[in-house]
């Protein structure tokens, strides 16, 4: 019989992330799938996390655990890594759901070690299979579906955000325990010193956005009039953004001439490199333009529900079924008339 705990920290306002609630969402959908199963929660938090376990309180949990306390406001190893470890046997957990933020990805592993557990990352999905659950992920950079099940108890399952609906439920009391959990000077020796962060201007990664837009090096090539147009490529692509709240992605081609100094497209940064030596993203629509759609690129499409793409080349990469739909046509002008639409324009 498993015990299953649904663990999470909160956000800063003690409220749960959607990734959170999208764990939540996997593991009440589990929870019935096996024979005599529980549900606990498990919340780590700075404040005293009573605000975010009464907003899940009609989930279905039995126990709602807790640690608390200051040293949880930020991430970091060791404090994260113990309040994981206490919750977990607090809870007598056999399986913990936990959503894969940057903060649990990195202490989870290291907290099944402790356990004498296993721990597995980049979870798209978690069923039953012969009574027993079973996880799927990709692999080979997302070219490879495998489902797989572990007779290793406790079980770390770290859920990818965007892989499931966030939970939703009416708030109501939940009564909350605290954890036994001892936090000495010992591991609070890394300390937060603050966020450094792009202005605000600058952001162009947006998760949450419905929209990926991916620009390739086609942006800096030498166009019909033998010139490139490297401030014209900046307009478009920033306006687009700006107007359809998009998040940017590039190809390798480009990030790599922008990291190489040259003046091409300045908020580029390998962060936005789209493909097997970049990143996944989820995002219900993504528009590539100026990109050829070569299969290292495209493995970064994998979750994207539907590709269109803009390339002057018909025998494009796209062309070769990669893409839903794509427009051979000047991508300059495509996106000058989109911007323009977007801006209140009618259709020329
Ligand atoms: C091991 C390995 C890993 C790799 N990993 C990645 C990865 O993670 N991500 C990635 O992106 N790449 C990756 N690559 C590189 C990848 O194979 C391609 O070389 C790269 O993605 C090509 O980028 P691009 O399409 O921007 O540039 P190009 O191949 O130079 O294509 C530019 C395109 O722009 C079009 N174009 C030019 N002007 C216009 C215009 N006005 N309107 C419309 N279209 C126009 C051209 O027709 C052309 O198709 C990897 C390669 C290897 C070997």
Redesign the pocket.
Known sequence: METILFLTHTEADGSLSKAARETLGAAIALQPALPGASLTVGLVSADDAQAAADSIAGSGATRFLAATGPDFASARYATDAAAAEALTQAAQATLVLAPATSRWARCMPGVAQRLHGRADTHVTAITVEDGAPAVTRWYY?QRIEGVSQRAQRPWFVLLEPGSGEPWQGAPAHAALEQAPIAIDNRLCRTVFCGWRAPRTDQQTIRPEADLLLV?????T?K??DGQTHPADAERLILGFLHAAQASLG??????DLSGEGQAVLPFMTHLN???????TPRHPKGL??????????V??WRFINERRA????PN??WARGKADVLYV??????MEELNRILAGGRPA
Do not use: Y
């Not at 620009?215 to 942006?219: K, Y």
């Not at 590039?250 to 990030?255: A, D, N, Q, R």
């Not at 490199?273 to 990143?279: A, K, V, Y």
């Not at 803009?310 to 080349?313: E, G, S």
């Open positions: 950079r620009a390739g090096a086609g942006w090539k166009q019909a590039g190809s390798k081609s480009l990030v490199q789209i493909g097997q030596t970049g990143s590539a333009t100026c990109c050829h759609g070569e299969e290292p690129h493995v970064g803009i390339n002057l080349d494009c990469g046509a000047d991508a300059f002008a495509v």
